[in-house]
């Protein structure tokens, strides 16, 4: 220990450094390292190990007491030194307290402190100064205080005075005997439904005309009709098991109700009766007439509403999808029937789009994802539900949208609970080389059972690939199969060697040649559209691959692109069919057993595209 505060401090001993450098929690049992405290801000805990727990913050210290001030460095000394001298002065300077020799505060041990600002000589507390008249400080200036009120004495306990020495009877017989307030309260509606009425007709078995009654009736009551003595005077009224008739205003239609129940009258200022087995008379409400209605209230009555607001047509929006179901159905049902017609033809599709939605755009992707929408909808019989709700919140299209992913939902979760599902197949162990391939298919193309062919988009769909043999193609009518060669430099000759191999080979005697023949830097690509002849083209694309090896071109990359059909192989034979149109490129060594191509040694591996077989994760 050196006698410079200058220096530098020693290293603490070695008796002081905890067990090990590191330790468990003793509150969570996190383990934590130890660190060694400089004291920077607390010289006291110079030489002193802490660890602050890194999940529950809590802190522990080793040792676990602070060491004696004659054990710390000099340096650590002087430091302490400094920081108390400045303490105490700040304490002088801060330390003001009241100069009122009797004033004790809230704190009745010793006053209060004085204010630095306040103008008093000498300082004061807030309490005191206000008490001496204030200074000129704001916060010290005076309260007023109102002076209270003499109370006033009772009547009993005053002085008999000519005022109040009344005599004991005269006081007894002049008294207002007291009132419940609640009892007012009724005494004030009673005295309100004086003179309110409720009028009741019944039409009785051989009258072609009701009988009227208006009774008297308490406002808000509900009107019973055994308890009227009008009533109980026809005699000729004969009803079956105490059994009536009677309109409900609301319902639109004739109930039966026992004449025991009560009937709402805040609808209706005229009850309508009838004995069971009467259909007809004068003034008989039929059903879906609305009833006379009481008179509303004036302060409860709708302002009146601009007649050319109630006929401003709906307008369906700009976008696409629109809001409601109302407006999509008949656009959706006409695209229906047009793309019969115009399925091959996108310019004619566009333009019966523009039709059935004039003003949006919309593109012919968002359009097949809720076209497919539309039909899942209209099969499972809940489009007219929603047609029928019109334009409110029950009509939405993305409910209706919604609805159809809850099926679909159900319907594969149901699928993968079914216990007669075969497990997905699994890549077969004999392959020494399998690649495998993350792809996400959310959008599946495929022909549904009423024969047309679309999209169908699941939202949760993830399938891990293994590429394992070589793949099978099968083409269906309209359906287009395209491959890309990329080449890497040899774009003019691949095109060349593409060219002489249409002209050669009869397999694919159906390409586009416009399509064919175009060059895109350094790649080459053709389509085939009329993919129905092309069953078997992985047979053509190895052949032609074997062409452009004789002729010194290597192709090392060949993938899919727009719509396509997989057929995934299984051990027991023909898997399912899958129609992507998304890209999904794959890559794996060729194997000379399967393309019957010699391999040559090059710094990037031919790759050829192998099957797929699809596994859901």
């Known amino acids: 220990m050196t006698d410079n505060p200058s220096q530098p401090s020693p290293s603490p001993a070695d008796s002081l450094q905890p067990p090990s450098a590191t330790s468990a929690c003793s509150k969570c049992g996190t383990v934590n390292q130890w660190v060694f405290c400089s004291g920077l801000t607390t010289p006291r805990n110079w030489g002193r ?15 676990r007491e602070p060491l004696d001030v004659e054990a710390l460095p000099p340096d650590v000394q002087y430091r302490m030194a400094v920081e108390q001298s400045l303490q105490t002065a700040n304490a002088k300077e801060k330390g003001i307290v009241c100069g009122n020799p009797g004033c004790h505060g809230k704190r009745k041990s010793k006053p209060q402190r004085g204010n630095v600002a306040c103008l008093s000589d000498p300082k004061l507390c807030g309490t005191c100064c206000q008490s001496n008249g204030g200074c000129g400080l704001a916060a010290h200036a005076p309260v007023k205080t109102a002076r209270p ?62 009988i009227k009654f208006r009774v008297p009736h308490s406002r808000g009551a509900r009107f019973i009709l055994k308890a009227q003595i009008e009533y109980l005077k026809l005699r000729d009224v004969h009803l079956p098991d105490g ?23 805040k609808s209706s200022k005229v009850l309508y009766f009838r004995v069971p087995g009467v259909s007809d008379g004068v003034g008989f409400p039929s059903r879906g007439d609305r009833a006379t209605s009481a008179t509303p209230d004036p302060v409860k009555v709708a302002p009146p509403v601009n007649s050319h607001l109630m006929q401003t047509p709906y307008a369906p929006g700009t976008k696409f999808p629109l809001t409601y179901t109302c407006d999509m159905a008949p656009a959706m049902r006409h695209m229906i029937d047009a793309m019969k017609s115009y399925r091959e033809d996108n310019t004619c599709l566009k333009a019966e789009l523009a039709k059935a939605f004039p003003g949006i755009d919309i593109k012919l992707a968002t359009f097949y994802r809720h076209r497919n929408h539309f039909a899942k909808a209209d099969k499972a019989g809940i489009v007219e539900a929603f047609e029928r709700a019109g334009w409110s919140a029950g009509g939405k299209w993305a409910d209706l949208v919604a609805a159809v992913e809850r099926l679909n939902r159900a319907r594969s979760l149901s699928l993968s609970l079914s216990p007669s599902s075969p497990p997905p197949p699994s890549p077969s162990p004999s392959i ?48 287009i199969f395209s491959a890309s060669f990329d080449t890497t430099g040899h ?49 053509a694309l190895i052949k032609f691959h074997q062409f452009a090896y004789n002729q010194d071109v290597e192709i090392y990359n ?26 999904i490129p794959a890559t794996t060594k060729l194997w000379s057993e399967h393309a019957n191509i010699p391999t040559r040694p090059s710094s990037k591996d031919n790759t050829f595209l192998s099957s797929i077989i699809f596994k859901a994760c």
């Not at 690649?435 to 193309?445: C, D, I, T």
């Not at 691949?494 to 191999?501: D, E, G, T, W």
Request: hydrophobic share 35%.
């Open 49 to 63: 190990w802490y660890q602050r727990c890194s999940k529950c913050n809590a802190w522990h210290w080793w040792p």
């Open 149 to 210: 009120s003499p109370i006033q004495q009772k009547s009993f306990a005053r002085p008999p005075t000519p005022a109040f020495s009344q005599s004991f009877t005269n006081s007894v017989l002049h008294a207002s005997p007291p009132q419940n307030p609640l009892k007012r309260k009724y005494q004030s509606d009673d005295s309100a439904d004086d003179g309110c009425t409720v009028d009741f007709h019944i039409w009785n078995k051989g009258r072609s005309e009701p």
């Open 243 to 265: 059994l009536i008739e009677y309109y409900d205003p609301l319902a639109r239609d004739w109930i039966n109700m026992p004449i025991t129940i009560g009937v709402d009258t």
């Open 432 to 479: 020494p080389e399998i690649v495998a391939m993350h792809a996400v298919l959310q959008r599946v193309w495929r022909t549904f059972d009423d024969g047309t062919a679309g999209c169908e988009y699941y939202e949760d769909h993830l399938f891990d690939a293994f590429i394992t043999t070589p793949p099978i193609i099968v083409g269906s009518r309209k359906d």
């Open 491 to 539: 774009g003019p000759e691949v095109n060349c060697l593409a060219k002489q191999f249409r002209l050669t080979d009869d397999l694919i005697h159906h390409a586009d040649q416009n399509n064919f023949e175009k060059s895109f830097g350094n790649a080459v690509s053709f389509s085939i559209r009329d993919a129905a002849s092309f069953y078997g083209g992985d047979t």
């Open 558 to 583: 060949i993938m899919f692109a727009n719509t396509f059909l997989l057929e995934c192989p299984s051990v027991d034979g023909a898997g399912p069919v899958w129609l992507c149109q998304d890209i």
